[in-house]
């Protein structure tokens, strides 16, 4: 297939999904609250979706007078095309790929590392105490939780013999991952869940005590990039799981293995909705020695379980 | 008196301490800042005793756990006394008096005019009485129409004296009084009628509730806590009470008494209190006027600009230009004319009589040692000698001081019995009529004849006669005149005896009176007094407001500008608040007029003067600028704006320093704000040196922010400007004094020149200001407000005045005639309200029975009377306290021309 | 860890519930007489305004919203000559109902007054006063109160003996 084809689709469907959720989530949350949610614009108020974004291209994009400015513009889009340029080497199909990279996995976690650069510097450009605040908690969260999520994914590679997506799904073929990597499952959710700073990480952007951390000063698109990145985050770590642990796309032949892709992806963005729906948010000390004092050591055992088990079978 | 200073330790509610012996338990507990309930106590009117509110528990030692209920306000402080306030007994006795007083009291406090600064509100709430459990019908009254100044409701009052107590003790009121018996007593007059005495607008302040009230302020009822208030100070006579400004909706709403320890104390007069109307008054000159041709009518413009391009070339500098100050504009006002216009050409706004008078009294103050009394001083004279000055229609609060100053000898006598002095009732009962001597010299019968020991009738001659007679008797270096009666003789040396053996003689005289013998005489006397005693004292009535301080500017009388004016042609005339038609004669004004090519008056309300001009520049009162008025014993007090100046009403120095910039032709204005004018002043003028050094400027900050004119409760800010615009507009800003038009910043305390408006937790009602004493009846914290910049210089340096008597021949048909002030309708501004307006008497003259007769007049009979070939009319009214040959005649009324008096006049029928 | 996992498993449970939402503006929602909506100004048993212009409203307002002027008829009966309240800042606290000492102030169960023009959010007397009684029907101040401002007599009132004669020197 084209290459180009291929990238707009991929493109269109991840951008779809991110907006998407926009609605979805909270459609489901007022669910989960015995609300109704929105429901006014167009059917079942889907259009709400296009309601918002139309608000936000048209919202006053305003740079603050105060604030180191070329940075600041640019630490939106830092967010945006990390994430996307993941999405490269995610296999939602056998034959629909953009790009089948033998260092997937690396090229992930290398793109992840990166991102934080925009919320450390969104928020140190902003000039602002509480975005300056958001962006040195986001920078000590991200390179916590970035040590164990790579560690945890080792365990995956080792049993594939391979950083490649797709070798790797290919090697779920008798058993998905979840049952012999269940703990580096469990870690890689939990930093999953960190990296993306989703509630209840959400940590730098805590309203409650820091307006809304990094990018409070940012307004417009420049803040619709930061909103639309975090959904696009939501929907790269269920991918990534969905990849990792549950199969990627294989599942019964009935149906088009690209379903059974996504019906594994939505699964794991509905958790992280739920998540949000349930859980308060941590203190920040709790959220760093949950980090070092738990997870990063079920990190190692995992891997050298598994390095044990792999060699005793060889 | 030693004991008064000694310092006494008291233990109240466990905690101890310190206070002066010679109080009574309740003003010192007021003074420590402790609050205890009270009504009939108030600290100028002593205690009585009678409410039994402010009951305490006191203790015999510290082994003494059931202790006994006494009345705090009688109760003198002792030391080591034991004392509880919040005793549960005490508690239970004044909860249960507060409940006596409302079983009466009418459901009526949200139409009631004193609510919200209602001592029985805050009576109430502090004594913990909260719930109605009597259930019968409550007693009423029927009211009485008590004139156009006092409302009277008298279903509110709860029988607490002090109206009575303040109304006739205190000012010697003799219309008011208490009626019925038992719970039935009635405090009102025998029928219908505006209250006599010219201080009774204090019964509004004295009543704890709400049976007396003040009817300006019903006409456009606001409440205390709504009002933006600033500290201003009276402009409506020479004395200089303190007051307090209250602004709403960009109008004046009410004048309240400022207290200050040495000048007015807890009270001000009916003139200061009512005659604010004129602030609010249609008259009032909003926008600019101009008139092109001298023929044409004046058109309002609106553009400042318009008016200073259409100053004629005849403006520049290079052309002459005269101006004229005023003596009820501010000090700073007359000095920003003076120096646009400089010194050679700046001319006081007054006539060459009044104008050498009070230049006479002004050396006379610098230059002798003899003490300028403050009021304060004023009460504490023991025997008073008053000449020719009619005080209670001049200097209306000098009178009320007077009226207490005769009360110092009977005290003096109880206190060597052993009653304290706050003891009211006691010391009336031992002292009964006996009275500090008092002696009084006019022309006619005076109202404080009531007090006077011996009074004395005569014309001008006769009583500077008398002043001579006196001052030779002390002293004889004095011009010696042996009088020809024997009884006046007699009283002469009767007076000289009296002031001779006093502690504290004080003579009283002043410039209305418009005699210079009666003033030098006033002034010998005065000087021989000081020779013996130190403590002789001098206050001499003024003719307004700033007169003291428009005489310390350098400039000449009026009569020379007019003198000038008839030879030459004047370019341009500048007239600063100042009606020349009430200073000289109409035929001078007219020539003065004629002969300026192009005449600019700024004043605040349409007069004859401003009428007829060709710019007319629209200035603030006293209400919307700030300013300093110097009193008739020197000392300079400041006020400030209580509103914010709109339409295209500025300030006179303002307008004055845009002329100054015009004249000039550049574009630096001599001063941006008030400050930088009083530094200019100070710096060209240094008698004002010490102006400086009292009044904090604008960057006066308490907390770092300006201090409130508003109280914390100021309501419809959102709203009261939301009719023009939703959104709310930014708050004034006030460049020019360190006061902000807002509720936000550190209101308590602030320094005694910038309290605008008591109030303190639990105070609401005037009765707050206690709080802000050092001592009751005492000085403000941190000392009075106002500096003495005329002072005594310490070394008796003065000579006698030479006095040459002069006898007038009297023509035929002629009569003497000297001038009678009223308190309403003499000054010009307060004559503009309509409350002042209703008390203004037609123009009259009295006469007595024998003159009458001769010229077959009767009473109310309208006659002519031809001064200085000015023809007024008048209504006579017979008086017999005149001398034969002696006419009195009421000046300045509103509709009468000028007339120089003390003249002769020629009475005929109309 | 369990209870993390519990609530968790509790919320999503939350799908089988039934939605709380009323969905207005298609479902009215039921509002108690007490509710506290749009202000109005009532008038007594006499028809007559019952606002006695005492400004305790005003002062009792947190965010300063109402703004009155008060006046007097040719009786001295005390009636606003304006009263505004800048509905655009009132947060609709009820306080001024609570200060009013005539149940002048209203507050009723409406509170439909959403303008696109904010200056039409300020409501002058005209648009505050209605010809009812509202929650207090019968209730008359003046016939409480002590003054006598053309309601009744001096001591005719409710709980008012007869004038004291002060001629009068009977025990």
Same mark, same amino acid.
């Given at each position: 297939?084209?290459?180009?084809?291929?990238?707009?689709?991929?493109?269109?469907?991840?951008?779809?999904?991110?907006?998407?959720?926009?609605?979805?989530?909270?459609?489901?949350?007022?669910?989960?609250?015995?609300?109704?949610?929105?429901?006014?614009?167009?059917?079942?108020?889907?259009?709400?979706?296009?309601?918002?974004?139309?608000?936000?291209?048209?919202?006053?994009?305003?740079?603050?007078?105060?604030?180191?400015?070329?940075?600041?513009?640019?630490?939106?889009?830092?967010?945006?095309?990390?994430?996307?340029?993941?999405?490269?080497?995610?296999?939602?199909?056998?034959?629909?790929?953009?790009?089948?990279?033998?260092?997937?996995?690396?090229?992930?976690?290398?793109?992840?590392?990166?991102?934080?650069?925009?919320?450390?510097?969104?928020?140190?450009?902003?000039?602002?105490? @509480?975005?300056?605040?958001?962006?040195?908690?986001?920078?000590?969260?991200?390179?916590? @939780?970035?040590?164990?999520?790579?560690?945890?994914?080792?365990?995956?590679?080792?049993?594939?013999?391979?950083?490649?997506?797709?070798?790797?799904?290919?090697?779920?073929?008798?058993?998905?991952?979840?049952?012999?990597?269940?703990?580096?499952?469990?870690?890689?959710?939990?930093?999953?869940?960190?990296?993306?700073?989703?509630?209840?990480?959400?940590?730098?952007?805590?309203?409650?005590?820091?307006?809304?951390?990094?990018?409070?000063? @940012?307004?417009?698109?420049?803040?619709?990039?930061?909103?639309?990145?975090?959904?696009?985050?939501?929907?790269?770590?269920?991918?990534?799981?969905?990849?990792?642990?549950?199969?990627?796309?294989?599942?019964?032949?009935?149906?088009?293995? =690209?379903?059974?892709?996504?019906?594994?992806?939505?699964?794991?963005?509905?958790?992280?909705?739920?998540?949000?729906?349930?859980?308060?948010?941590?203190?920040?000390?709790?959220?760093?020695?949950?980090?070092?004092?738990?997870?990063?050591?079920?990190?190692?055992?995992?891997?050298?379980?598994?390095? =044990?088990?792999?060699?005793?079978?060889? | 008196?030693?004991?008064?200073?000694?310092?006494?330790?008291?233990?109240?509610? %466990?905690?101890?301490?310190?206070?002066?012996?010679?109080?009574?338990?309740?003003?010192?507990?007021?003074?420590?800042?402790?609050?205890?309930?009270?009504?009939?106590?108030?600290?100028?009117?002593?205690?009585?005793?009678?409410?039994?509110?402010?009951?305490?528990?006191?203790?015999?030692?510290?082994?003494?756990?059931?202790?006994?209920?006494?009345?705090?306000?009688?109760?003198?402080?002792?030391? %080591?006394?034991?004392?509880?306030?919040?005793?549960?007994?005490?508690?239970?006795?004044?909860?249960?008096?507060?409940?006596?007083?409302?079983?009466?009291?009418?459901?009526?406090?949200?139409?009631?005019?004193?609510?919200?600064?209602?001592?029985?509100?805050?009576?109430?709430?502090?004594?913990?009485?909260?719930?109605?459990?009597?259930?019968?019908?409550?007693?009423?009254?029927?009211?009485?129409?008590?004139?156009?100044?006092?409302?009277?409701?008298?279903?509110?009052?709860?029988?607490?004296?002090?109206?009575?107590? $303040?109304?006739?003790?205190?000012?010697?009121?003799?219309?008011?009084?208490?009626?019925?018996?038992?719970?039935?007593?009635?405090?009102?007059?025998?029928?219908?009628?505006?209250?006599?005495?010219?201080?009774?607008?204090?019964?509004?302040?004295?009543?704890?509730?709400?049976?007396?009230?003040?009817?300006?302020?019903?006409?456009?009822?606001?409440?205390?806590?709504?009002?933006?208030?600033?500290?201003?100070?009276?402009?409506?006579?020479?004395?200089?009470?303190?007051?307090?400004?209250?602004?709403?909706?960009?109008?004046?709403?009410?004048?309240?008494?400022?207290?200050?320890?040495?000048?007015?104390?807890?009270?001000?007069?009916?003139?200061?209190?009512?005659?604010?109307?004129?602030?609010?008054?249609?008259?009032?000159?909003?926008?600019?006027?101009?008139?092109?041709?001298?023929?044409?009518?004046?058109?309002?413009?609106?553009?400042?600009?318009?008016?200073?391009?259409?100053?004629?070339?005849?403006?520049?500098?290079?052309?002459?230009?005269?101006?004229?100050?005023?003596?009820?504009?501010?000090?700073?006002?007359?000095?920003?004319?003076?120096?646009?216009?400089?010194?050679?050409?700046?001319?006081?706004?007054?006539?060459?009589?009044?104008?050498?008078?009070?230049?006479?009294?002004?050396?006379?103050?610098?230059?002798?040692?003899?003490?300028?009394?403050?009021?304060?001083?004023?009460?504490?004279? &023991?025997?008073?000698?008053?000449?020719?000055?009619?005080?209670?229609?001049?200097?209306?609060?000098?009178?009320?001081?007077?009226?207490?100053?005769?009360?110092?000898?009977?005290?003096?006598?109880?206190?060597?019995?052993?009653?304290?002095?706050?003891?009211?009732?006691?010391?009336?009962?031992?002292?009964?009529?006996?009275?500090?001597?008092?002696?009084?010299?006019?022309?006619?019968?005076?109202?404080?004849? &009531?007090?006077?020991?011996?009074?004395?009738?005569?014309?001008?001659?006769?009583?500077? %006669?008398?002043?001579?007679?006196?001052?030779?008797?002390?002293?004889?270096?004095?011009?010696?005149?042996?009088?020809?009666?024997?009884?006046?003789?007699?009283?002469?040396?009767?007076?000289?005896?009296?002031?001779?053996?006093?502690?504290?003689?004080?003579?009283?005289?002043?410039?209305?009176?418009?005699?210079?013998?009666?003033?030098?005489?006033?002034?010998?006397?005065?000087?021989?007094?000081?020779?013996?005693?130190?403590?002789?004292?001098?206050?001499?009535?003024?003719?307004?407001?700033?007169?003291?301080?428009?005489?310390?500017?350098?400039?000449?009388?009026?009569?020379?500008?007019?003198?000038?004016?008839?030879?030459?042609?004047?370019?341009?005339?500048?007239?600063?608040?100042?009606?020349?038609?009430?200073?000289?004669?109409?035929?001078?004004?007219?020539?003065? $007029?004629?002969?300026?090519?192009?005449?600019?008056?700024?004043?605040?309300?349409?007069?004859?003067?401003?009428?007829?001009?060709?710019?007319?520049?629209?200035?603030?009162?006293?209400?919307?600028?700030?300013?300093?008025?110097?009193?008739?014993?020197?000392?300079?007090?400041?006020?400030?704006?209580?509103?914010?100046?709109?339409?295209?009403?500025?300030?006179?120095?303002?307008?004055?320093?845009?002329?100054? +910039?015009?004249?000039?032709?550049?574009?630096?204005?001599?001063?941006?704000? $008030? &400050?930088?004018?009083?530094?200019?002043?100070?710096?060209?003028?240094?008698?004002?040196?010490?102006?400086?050094?009292?009044?904090?400027?604008?960057?006066?900050?308490?907390?770092?922010? +300006?201090?409130?004119?508003?109280?914390?409760?100021?309501?419809?800010?959102?709203?009261?400007?939301?009719?023009?615009?939703?959104?709310?507009?930014?708050?004034?800003?006030?460049?020019?004094?360190?006061?902000?038009?807002?509720?936000?910043?550190?209101?308590?305390?602030?320094?005694?020149?910038?309290?605008?408006?008591?109030?303190?937790?639990?105070?609401?009602?005037?009765?707050?200001?206690?709080?802000?004493?050092?001592?009751?009846?005492?000085?403000?914290? %941190?000392?009075?407000?106002?500096?003495?910049?005329?002072?005594?210089?310490?070394?008796?340096?003065?000579?006698?005045?030479?006095?040459?008597?002069?006898?007038?021949?009297?023509?035929?048909?002629?009569?003497?005639?000297?001038?009678?002030?009223?308190?309403?309708?003499?000054?010009?501004?307060?004559?503009?309200?309509?409350?002042?307006?209703?008390?203004?008497?037609?123009?009259?003259?009295?006469?007595?029975?024998?003159?009458?007769?001769?010229?077959? $007049?009767?009473?109310?009979?309208?006659?002519?009377?031809?001064?200085?070939?000015?023809?007024?009319?008048?209504?006579?009214?017979?008086?017999?306290?005149?001398?034969?040959?002696?006419?009195?005649?009421?000046?300045?009324?509103?509709?009468?021309?000028?007339?120089?008096?003390?003249?002769?006049?020629?009475?005929?029928?109309? | 860890?369990?209870?993390?996992?519990?609530?968790?498993?509790?919320?999503?449970?939350?799908?089988?519930?039934?939605?709380?939402?009323?969905?207005?503006?298609?479902?009215?929602?039921?509002?108690?007489?007490?509710?506290?909506?749009?202000?109005?100004?009532?008038?007594?048993?006499?028809?007559?305004?019952?606002?006695?212009?005492?400004?305790?409203?005003?002062?009792?307002?947190?965010?300063?919203?109402?703004?009155?002027?008060?006046?007097?008829?040719?009786?001295?009966?005390?009636?606003?000559?304006?009263?505004?309240?800048?509905?655009?800042?009132?947060?609709?606290?009820?306080?001024?109902?609570?200060?009013?000492?005539?149940?002048?102030?209203?507050?009723?169960?409406?509170?439909?007054?959403?303008?696109?023009?904010?200056?039409?959010?300020?409501?002058?007397?005209?648009?505050?006063?209605?010809?009812?009684?509202?929650?207090?029907?019968?209730?008359?101040?003046?016939?409480?109160?002590?003054?006598?401002?053309?309601?009744?007599?001096?001591?005719?009132?409710?709980?008012?003996?007869?004038?004291?004669?002060?001629?009068?020197?009977?025990?």
């Amino acid at each position: 297939m084209n290459y180009l084809l291929i990238i707009g689709i991929t493109l269109f469907v991840v951008l779809s999904i991110a907006a998407g959720l926009i609605w979805i989530e909270r459609r489901l949350l007022s669910v989960w609250q015995d609300r109704l949610g929105p429901n006014r614009v167009g059917p079942f108020g889907l259009f709400q979706v296009i309601a918002d974004t139309i608000k936000l291209f048209f919202k006053e994009d305003w740079v603050p007078p105060f604030s180191d400015k070329p940075v600041f513009i640019l630490a939106p889009g830092i967010l945006m095309v990390t994430i996307l340029l993941t999405f490269a080497v995610i296999p939602f199909a056998p034959d629909f790929y953009v790009f089948d990279s033998n260092i997937g996995i690396l090229f992930f976690l290398g793109n992840s590392s990166l991102g934080v650069y925009s919320i450390v510097l969104g928020g140190w450009a902003s000039n602002n105490k @509480y975005s300056f605040i958001g962006a040195m908690r986001a920078s000590a969260q991200m390179l916590t @939780y970035e040590v164990f999520m790579g560690l945890s994914l080792m365990g995956v590679v080792m049993m594939a013999d391979s950083f490649s997506f797709r070798a790797i799904v290919e090697a779920q073929k008798d058993c998905w991952f979840i049952i012999p990597q269940f703990f580096g499952f469990v870690v890689f959710f939990i930093a999953g869940v960190a990296e993306t700073h989703r509630l209840p990480f959400d940590i730098p952007e805590a309203e409650g005590e820091l307006i809304a951390g990094y990018h409070s000063e @940012y307004s417009g698109m420049k803040f619709g990039m930061f909103f639309v990145g975090e959904y696009l985050g939501v929907t790269l770590i269920s991918a990534i799981i969905a990849t990792l642990f549950f199969g990627g796309w294989l599942g019964p032949s009935f149906l088009p293995p =690209a379903f059974w892709f996504f019906l594994k992806t939505f699964f794991f963005i509905f958790v992280f909705i739920l998540l949000r729906a349930s859980l308060p948010r941590p203190r920040y000390d709790q959220l760093m020695s949950l980090g070092w004092k738990l997870l990063l050591p079920l990190a190692l055992l995992n891997i050298l379980i598994t390095g =044990a088990v792999l060699l005793f079978l060889k | 008196m030693s004991l008064e200073i000694m310092i006494v330790k008291i233990r109240i509610d %466990g905690k101890y301490y310190e206070t002066k012996l010679g109080k009574n338990l309740l003003e010192a507990c007021l003074e420590l800042g402790l609050n205890i309930p009270h009504f009939c106590y108030h600290p100028a009117l002593g205690s009585v005793g009678a409410c039994r509110l402010c009951a305490v528990k006191r203790f015999k030692d510290a082994d003494d756990k059931k202790g006994h209920i006494i009345m705090s306000c009688m109760e003198p402080v002792t030391e %080591g006394m034991i004392i509880s306030i919040e005793d549960a007994d005490a508690s239970a006795i004044r909860a249960a008096v507060i409940e006596g007083v409302m079983t009466n009291h009418p459901h009526d406090c949200p139409v009631c005019d004193e609510g919200g600064e209602c001592h029985l509100q805050d009576m109430t709430v502090m004594a913990g009485h909260n719930y109605r459990r009597f259930d019968f019908k409550k007693r009423t009254y029927k009211d009485q129409d008590l004139g156009s100044f006092i409302n009277h409701e008298m279903n509110r009052c709860i029988q607490c004296y002090r109206c009575m107590r $303040f109304y006739r003790d205190y000012v010697g009121g003799k219309d008011l009084n208490a009626f019925a018996a038992h719970n039935y007593v009635y405090f009102g007059r025998h029928e219908n009628g505006a209250l006599e005495s010219e201080f009774s607008g204090n019964l509004v302040e004295v009543c704890p509730t709400g049976v007396f009230t003040d009817k300006t302020l019903k006409k456009h009822f606001t409440r205390k806590w709504d009002l933006s208030n600033a500290p201003s100070v009276c402009v409506h006579c020479s004395v200089g009470c303190n007051t307090i400004v209250s602004e709403r909706y960009d109008s004046l709403r009410r004048i309240m008494s400022r207290y200050n320890g040495a000048v007015n104390g807890y009270f001000i007069c009916d003139r200061g209190r009512f005659g604010y109307e004129f602030v609010n008054d249609e008259k009032r000159i909003r926008n600019p006027k101009i008139r092109i041709n001298k023929n044409e009518k004046q058109e309002e413009v609106s553009e400042n600009n318009l008016i200073l391009t259409s100053l004629t070339e005849s403006f520049s500098k290079d052309k002459k230009i005269i101006g004229i100050g005023s003596p009820r504009a501010s000090l700073e006002s007359n000095y920003s004319l003076l120096s646009l216009v400089g010194q050679e050409n700046f001319y006081h706004g007054i006539s060459k009589r009044e104008y050498n008078l009070t230049k006479t009294a002004l050396d006379f103050l610098r230059s002798s040692s003899v003490k300028t009394p403050s009021l304060k001083q004023i009460e504490k004279a &023991d025997v008073v000698f008053i000449l020719g000055e009619d005080i209670t229609n001049t200097a209306p609060m000098t009178a009320l001081a007077v009226r207490q100053a005769v009360r110092n000898k009977p005290k003096a006598a109880a206190t060597e019995k052993g009653i304290p002095l706050w003891n009211e009732y006691p010391i009336r009962n031992y002292t009964q009529d006996s009275k500090s001597p008092v002696f009084i010299a006019t022309a006619i019968k005076d109202r404080l004849d &009531d007090i006077a020991e011996k009074t004395f009738r005569g014309s001008n001659a006769d009583i500077a %006669g008398l002043g001579i007679a006196v001052g030779s008797l002390l002293n004889d270096e004095a011009s010696t005149l042996k009088l020809s009666s024997n009884d006046q003789q007699e009283l002469a040396e009767k007076i000289a005896l009296s002031l001779k053996n006093a502690k504290h003689p004080l003579i009283i005289t002043g410039v209305n009176c418009g005699d210079e013998e009666i003033l030098h005489a006033a002034l010998n006397i005065s000087i021989a007094l000081r020779k013996n005693n130190p403590e002789a004292m001098l206050s001499i009535a003024l003719p307004e407001c700033n007169s003291m301080g428009l005489a310390m500017l350098p400039g000449k009388p009026l009569d020379e500008a007019i003198s000038i004016a008839s030879n030459e042609i004047i370019d341009t005339l500048v007239i600063l608040e100042n009606d020349l038609y009430r200073r000289t004669t109409k035929e001078s004004v007219d020539v003065l $007029f004629e002969k300026s090519k192009q005449v600019i008056v700024l004043d605040h309300l349409i007069n004859k003067t401003s009428q007829d001009v060709d710019i007319v520049i629209p200035v603030s009162t006293f209400a919307e600028s700030e300013g300093t008025l110097i009193n008739n014993e020197g000392r300079a007090q400041r006020y400030y704006k209580a509103i914010n100046n709109k339409d295209e009403v500025k300030e006179s120095w303002r307008w004055i320093g845009d002329l100054i +910039k015009l004249r000039n032709n550049d574009q630096s204005i001599p001063w941006n704000n $008030f &400050d930088e004018l009083v530094s200019s002043l100070v710096n060209e003028l240094p008698a004002f040196s010490k102006l400086k050094e009292y009044m904090p400027d604008a960057d006066f900050r308490m907390y770092n922010a +300006k201090i409130p004119r508003q109280s914390l409760r100021y309501s419809g800010r959102t709203a009261m400007n939301a009719n023009i615009a939703v959104s709310e507009q930014k708050v004034a800003e006030d460049n020019d004094s360190p006061l902000a038009f807002s509720m936000e910043g550190q209101g308590e305390q602030p320094p005694s020149s910038l309290v605008p408006f008591y109030w303190t937790p639990g105070w609401n009602s005037v009765q707050a200001s206690n709080n802000y004493l050092d001592e009751l009846n005492g000085s403000l914290k %941190g000392g009075d407000p106002g500096i003495r910049l005329v002072e005594s210089n310490g070394e008796n340096k003065s000579s006698y005045f030479k006095i040459d008597s002069h006898t007038v021949d009297l023509q035929k048909n002629e009569l003497l005639i000297v001038p009678a002030y009223s308190i309403f309708g003499s000054e010009e501004l307060s004559s503009a309200g309509e409350a002042i307006k209703q008390r203004i008497p037609e123009p009259f003259v009295y006469l007595c029975e024998k003159d009458a007769d001769i010229f077959e $007049f009767k009473d109310n009979d309208m006659i002519t009377i031809e001064i200085a070939k000015s023809k007024i009319e008048l209504k006579v009214i017979i008086e017999n306290s005149l001398k034969q040959g002696v006419a009195v005649v009421s000046v300045n009324l509103p509709g009468m021309p000028f007339i120089d008096l003390p003249a002769s006049g020629i009475f005929s029928k109309m | 860890m369990f209870s993390i996992l519990r609530t968790i498993w509790l919320t999503f449970l939350h799908i089988f519930h039934r939605s709380e939402t009323v969905e207005y503006p298609e479902v009215k929602p039921y509002l108690a007489p007490r509710y506290r909506g749009r202000i109005v100004l009532t008038r007594d048993d006499e028809k007559k305004e019952r606002c006695v212009a005492c400004y305790l409203c005003a002062a009792a307002c947190p965010v300063d919203c109402i703004a009155l002027q008060a006046a007097e008829d040719d009786n001295g009966r005390r009636y606003p000559e304006f009263f505004r309240i800048n509905f655009s800042r009132c947060i609709f606290c009820g306080f001024c109902e609570d200060a009013c000492p005539t149940y002048a102030i209203q507050l009723i169960p409406d509170f439909e007054m959403a303008e696109y023009d904010r200056q039409n959010l300020v409501y002058e007397k005209e648009n505050l006063l209605i010809s009812g009684e509202g929650k207090y029907p019968g209730y008359n101040f003046y016939k409480n109160a002590g003054v006598d401002m053309g309601v009744k007599r001096k001591g005719d009132g409710l709980t008012e003996e007869k004038p004291v004669d002060v001629n009068d020197l009977m025990p």
